[in-house]
Nanobody, 125 residues
Framework: VQLQASGGGLVQARGSLRLSCTAS????????IGWFRQAPGKERDFVAA????????YYANSVKGRFTVSRDNAKNTVYLQMSSLKPEDTAVYYC???????????????????WGQGTQVTVSS
């Protein structure tokens, strides 16, 4: 599976943006997918994750209530709808697939694989 994040851009604070994570490969629907972000000089932080069916979700506390993750397996795509954006949400956003042996609920980047190129999100104040 190869994953590619897209949809980033420049948005004003309190605005909204929707990111897409598009996959190539027939096995996409078998994987839970996670979103991460990395600001300059900082570690890669977990944002949200969605199970293979879309029935289970979990979020980082910092985005809970503002971000929504969803997926459309027919389109091989996972979405991250971001609302009420804040300048501290500025980062490069990545998506990756949860390893089969990893525990549901993990936020550790090492528990995810098939990282693709990220997409820059910049929130101006």
């Amino acid at each position: 599976v190869q994953l590619q994040a897209s949809g980033g851009g420049l948005v004003q604070a309190r605005g909204s943006l929707r990111l897409s994570c598009t996959a190539s490969g027939r096995a996409f629907s078998n994987y839970a997918i996670g979103w991460f972000r990395q600001a300059p000089g900082k570690e890669r932080d977990f944002v949200a994750a969605i199970s293979w069916s879309g029935s289970r979700l979990y979020y980082a506390n910092s985005v809970k209530g503002r971000f929504t993750v969803s997926r459309d397996n027919a389109k091989n795509t996972v979405y991250l709808q971001m609302s009420s954006l804040k300048p501290e949400d500025t980062a490069v956003y990545y998506c990756a697939a949860l390893r089969e042996a990893a525990a549901w609920g993990t936020q550790a980047p090492d528990d995810f694989r098939f990282w693709g190129q990220g997409t820059q999100v910049t929130v101006s104040s």
